[in-house]
Every structure is written in structure tokens, then in C-alpha cells.
């Protein structure tokens, strides 16, 4: 895991009847996850499982569109690295993946780039 940045996309959904899911803002997070490279700040699709859960993500994007638009439904992006030698040089590289991550959202996803936030974290 030393190696390997995740990317955490939080929104919440609210699970409904077994036939359909709405959007509710006080339900709890959905995550995905996203790998990278170590030393490096591409987003490589697909590779290492990233093909199959950006198009989960997108799905989720596009059965909600409507409510991330019209930001009932938050989309935070969370970038974390710990494979580069100083804490900084960590924070930098979190924040170049996480917003590569953010560009697939706008362009793939079309959502806008105020409908999305980056936090970046480092060890």
C-alpha cells in the first residue's frame, strides 16, 4: 500500500427499494477507489482494476447527474501518497492524482468543476 495512491470519491446515496437507488444527503459516503503508479502522476485506465470502478463511478454519476448539478449531492475527491522522499513532495503528487481524477469526472462524467472538491493527505 506503501506504492499506491487511493482516491476516494464520497457522495452519498441513499440505498431505496432493490429496483432503483435515490439520492439522499444524509446517508452515508460511497467510496471508490483508484491506483497509481508509484512515482508516477498518470491516471492509467485501465490498469490495476481502474477501468472497472470508473465506470462504476460513472454509472453512480449518471444515475444522480441531477442532484450533483444542483449540488444536493456532494463529490469529494481524496488524494493520499506516501511513495516520494519528503512530506511535501507526497502532498504535491496527491494533489496532481487526485485532480487527473477530477478531469475524468469533468470530461468522461460531465460534471462541472465547481460540483467537485480535493482533499489531499499525506502520511
Not at 31 to 38: D, K, P, Q, S
Request: proline content about 5%; some cysteine.
Amino acid at each position: 500500500m506503501n506504492r499506491l495512491l487511493t482516491l476516494l470519491f464520497a457522495w452519498g446515496l441513499f440505498a431505496g427499494p432493490t429496483f432503483a437507488q435515490t439520492a439522499d444527503e444524509t446517508s452515508a459516503p460511497t467510496e471508490y477507489t483508484f491506483r497509481f503508479v508509484a512515482g508516477d502522476d498518470m491516471f492509467y485506465v485501465p490498469w490495476n482494476g481502474n477501468g472497472a470502478e470508473l465506470d462504476r463511478l460513472l454509472a453512480c454519476v449518471e444515475q444522480n447527474r441531477k442532484a450533483i448539478l444542483d449540488r444536493k449531492i456532494p463529490v469529494e475527491v481524496e488524494g493520499y501518497c506516501d511513495s516520494q522522499p519528503t512530506p511535501a513532495e507526497n502532498l504535491e503528487m496527491a494533489k496532481i492524482r487526485s485532480n487527473r481524477v477530477k478531469t475524468e469526472l469533468i470530461q468522461r462524467g460531465g460534471l462541472s468543476e465547481a460540483c467537485i472538491a480535493t482533499k489531499n493527505y499525506t502520511s
